[in-house]
């Protein structure tokens, strides 16, 4: 058996151009295949971490997708306010241990602004149960001072003390500017791996004080009240966008949830978020499921090229088998000396394009994890995907015991001399 | 039953194909131990077949094929693969030698594949990369040749790789199919005064097989394949 290694060995060392190809595009295939499903569960754990510590999501009514996704995620934005009177009345429900107000609508160079207070530091959590920790500096005090996610202060190279100002809605620049009320770097977050990350940070007051000469979404002409000024206003907020609720007791989540469903005064939604982002999911299940079939059509067509380069070497080698078998190699020898050789291949390119997968996550791991959040990072090969990779290694086994039959045919039919 | 027969067919026929016609039938042939024998035969006649036929590679229709007392109609298909590698040696026209391969792992082929002609490679007390330079040498081939792959070499040199593979461990009988055809006229004199030399240094028949009738004065038998088979008598 080792003599035939050594011969497979060295016939694939003879023919490595045509072989390596196929090593890289199955390579590839298997990358692909892992690759999809290592983003699509780093995408689930990425988001489900996101709302780890919260057992409800209050706001005003609408899908309760639609909610998680611009209160938690920041992607979208939220069609109604709830009013601040209903949110204190909630968050004295005497199930309710503490909730996190959310202000949204404003940013800053397209990093969402979220007024909030104190409660956010303190009950926030994200991950296995992890509160926010501030890599520099200390959470808002005064007015018209800020704390950044760590990428915000990253990306656009801010430190303690720097000044900036925030726009008026979200998204592209050019939007209307809150020029005249500049807010001062206090905090710096430590990074989380969560949209807090790209958020910026300010008090609810501070939310209301810049758009105190503001209507409708635009200053009001001939109308300006200087930053010094602000302070004799009442400051209060009026309206918030949603908040983050976290219960005395699991338990009550249900009994919580109907009553702030049925509250009276306005029009409420409470979420659960797990239940959220499992419909999220039902939803991108579809997609997902198409990722996943174009990977396994890649994989195959990998190792219909498999089989393919194979045939097509039969010919040139049909002299080489006859010479074998003259020397003593049974139809057997043949046989396995090909499958050897399909076997071998598939199991160099299932090797490589984890190799590959790995090193790509490892480079290119960190860049993910800042920009989308996404923790590709090195990891074992799960049950889930070995039983994969198992799939596709017999697969590509199977599929070249088709030439090793063609071959063991010809061998037997050849005899000593093949008649070409 | 003569063990000392290196060949005995008996009756033989053989077509390709069921309702084919007849490609060979030959009544009889006794090869002795001792024996150099030429069996000529044009292009077409059924040459290859009938060492397809000896090495058992082919079954036959009828009849039956004994080699060194063996009747390889009683082998299994896996038991004839072991009895052609352990009993003997093949040198063919061309593409003898498996072109990417060391020359020295091309002679040393058979004795991956046998044991006995392992052992009997080793019979000295030598290794049996020892004996496969012992012979190249002999056949003169030597040095820095030895680790090239065979596809390298010229063609006179990978004839004699091929002798040089057909004769290690030295098996009872050794067959060749037109060796030298590949070679010019001197070259191919050399050749078999070298092939000859070495199978009469380990005691092995040769049975030779060419189209080429001159090449029939170094034997000391001479057949004529037409003559022998019935079948292609017109």
Known sequence: MSALLRIALLSAWNRRLTLGLTVLAIALAVALLLGVERSRVAARTSFAQSVSGTDLILGARTSPVQLMLYSVFRIGGATHDIGWDSYEAIARHPDVAWSIPLALGDSHRGFPV??????????????????????????????????????????????????????HGSGAPNLAEHDDKP?????????????????????????????????????????????????KFDLRPKTLTAALIGLKQRAAVFKV????????????????????????????????QVLLGISALVVAVGLAGLVAVILASLGERRRELAVLRSVGAGPRHILALLALEGGGVTLA?????LVGLELLAWLAGPLLEARLGLTLALQGVTLAELQRLAAVAATGMAASLLPAALAYRRALGDGLTPRL | MSAALAVRLTDLRFRWQAGAP????????AIAAGERVFIYGASGSGKSTLLGLLAGVHRPEAGYVEILGQDLGQLSGSGRDRFRVDHIGFIFQQFNLIPYLPVLDNVLLPCRFSRRRLAEARRDGKSEQAE???????????????????????????????AARALIGRPELIIADEPTSALDADRQDDFLDLLLEECAAQASPLLFVSHDHRLASHFTRELSLAALNRASLP
Do not use: M
């Not at chain 1, 390119?349 to 394009?353: A, D, F, Q, T, Y």
């Open chain 2, 22 to 29: 007849c490609c060979l039938d030959i009544p009889s042939l």
């Open chain 1, 257 to 288: 949830q109907r009553d702030i469903n049925r509250y009276a005064d306005e029009p409420l939604l409470a979420a659960l978020p797990g239940v959220a982002l499992d419909e999220l999911w039902r939803v991108v299940a579809l997609v997902e």
């Open chain 2, 132 to 162: 496969a330079r012992r012979l190249l040498e002999a056949l003169g081939l030597e040095g820095q040749l030895l680790a090239q792959p065979a596809h390298r070499l010229s063609v006179g040199q990978q004839q004699r790789v091929a």
């Open chain 1, 349 to 353: 390119g299932i090797g490589l394009g």
């Open chain 1, 114 to 167: 979220v007024g909030t207070n104190a409660a956010y530091f303190e009950h926030f959590r994200y991950g296995r149960e992890r509160k926010l920790a501030l890599a520099q500096g200390r959470p808002f005090a005064g007015l018209f001072e800020t704390v950044l996610g760590a990428e915000v202060a990253r990306r656009l190279g801010y430190r303690l003390g720097d000044r900036i100002t925030l726009s």
């Open chain 1, 183 to 231: 807010f001062t770097v206090v905090g710096i977050l430590a990074p989380t791996g969560t949209p807090v990350d790209h958020s910026l940070h300010v008090s609810l007051e501070a939310i209301t004080a810049i758009h105190l000469d503001w209507q409708g979404g635009a200053p009001i002409p001939g109308v300006r009240i200087a930053a010094a000024h602000v302070e």
